[in-house]
């Protein structure tokens, strides 16, 4: 069955401090892999994805996640957190033609 | 460029009552999806359109939920009659044929009391 894990429910992190943030998926299939930003009240914004080639990609706002075809994972992660990085990140897995499986998605917390 | 846009940002409405959301895509975006997200939950697919007809809605309740998308471009869903644990944020997206990743809205958060 197609799934996507994200264990940490709720994570607190200090403002600077690195972070990174946990995915796993199950799927039968090549997998395009995704991770959405969502702040209150507000809809999905796309920080990154994944299809092929480098495992290492870059996204927007300064993050970064690695695809390891070994563990299933596909980690988020970011040298130093802003307060404005607040916010609850879902990892999503799809085909070409998207029809995306989200994760239960981790809620970030930063402190000053 | 214009995102993805939804009406009403809020609903709250009594069970047994009948809602209906708007969207509307992108311009030029073959594709729309609506999601449902119960609080807590990651969004799921309820419904995936391809210009205006339909490609998946499996995981629709089809005998209370209903959606259209007329012409290809703007849709709504509709739920008749709400039930309480259809209390969510209701997200549209769309995509346009050469991209791989879809643009949501904002949601319409709808509560049933």
């Known amino acids: 069955a197609q799934s996507v894990t994200q264990p940490d429910i709720h994570i607190t992190v200090s403002e600077g401090a690195s972070l990174e943030l946990r995915c796993n998926y199950s799927?039968?299939?090549?997998?395009?892999l995704f991770w959405y930003v969502q702040s209150p009240g507000q809809g999905l914004q796309l920080l990154l994805k994944?299809?092929?080639?480098?495992?290492l990609v870059q996204g927007i706002k300064g993050f970064e996640a690695e695809f390891k075809r070994s563990q299933s994972s596909f980690n988020l992660r970011k040298p130093s957190v802003h307060w404005s990085d607040a916010a609850e990140y879902f990892c999503?897995?799809?085909?070409?033609?998207?029809?995306?499986?989200f994760g239960t998605g981790t809620r970030l917390q930063v402190f000053p | 460029e214009a995102g993805v846009a939804q009406s009403p940002r809020y609903k709250i409405i009594e069970k047994r009552q009948s809602v209906a959301f708007w969207c509307n895509p992108i311009?030029?975006?073959?594709?729309l999806y609506w999601y449902q997200q119960i609080l807590g939950q990651g969004p799921k697919l309820l419904i995936q359109?391809?210009?205006?007809?339909?490609?998946?809605d499996s995981q629709l309740p089809k005998d209370r939920f209903s959606a259209e998308r007329l012409k290809g471009v703007d849709s709504t869903l509709k739920i008749q009659p709400a039930k309480l644990e259809d209390s969510a944020v209701y997200l549209c997206?769309?995509?346009?044929?050469?991209?791989?990743?879809?643009?949501f809205g904002q949601g319409t958060r709808l509560t049933v009391v």
């Open positions: 997206a769309s995509r346009s044929n050469t991209a791989t990743e879809a643009f």
């Open positions: 799927y039968g299939a090549t997998p395009y």
């Open positions: 994944y299809f092929s080639g480098d495992t």
């Open positions: 999503a897995v799809g085909a070409y033609q998207p029809k995306l499986i």
């Open positions: 311009s030029g975006h073959a594709t």
């Open positions: 359109f391809q210009n205006n007809g339909v490609v998946d």
